[in-house]
């Protein structure tokens, strides 16, 4: 596929099957062997299907308005994309959801699709929290210590340099 027709494959999977749920569409635009992964949890193409069929079902509106960044290599088929999707829920909670995917394309059809999301709404401070971690490693025990040692050190060291700082200063200040 060229760059143009890649493009405007692109637009139409995110139209009719995102914009507007039309979950018959997907055999026009997805291969049967299609695998999903996001955040590091795999869908096939059966399970993806699943997926749209319960999105029209919980959300009201789903709609990306435009890409924030697009790359289209034609060489190995494969299409880049950053962009933020608004989902208006039944009960009307709106929520804001930053994407990247990488689409794999054979033929005229997706194949794969790979993709990391994150919550532009989440206000959740603590690490402790998350179900998965920034990798899209399962938050276990093991990683939400190994997360908190990390940080507490990287913090421990800001600290000593305050304190250092503040020490050269008071010196500095009674010496004058």
Known sequence: MTTQD???LIENIYEEVLNNLKVDKI???FDKTYLQTTDGLNAT???FKQHMVTLRKVTKKIQVPHFLEEMFDVQTQKVFLHYIVNVTKMDNHVGHIEVFAIFSIKGKKIIRCEEVT???DDLSLFIWFRKIDGSGAINSLTNKLVSLTVLSIFFAFLFIIQAVWLIMKKKTTISE
């Open 6 to 8: 890649m493009k405007i």
């Open 27 to 29: 055999e026009d635009y």
């Open 45 to 47: 193409y059966d399970e």
């Open 118 to 120: 994150r919550s532009l």
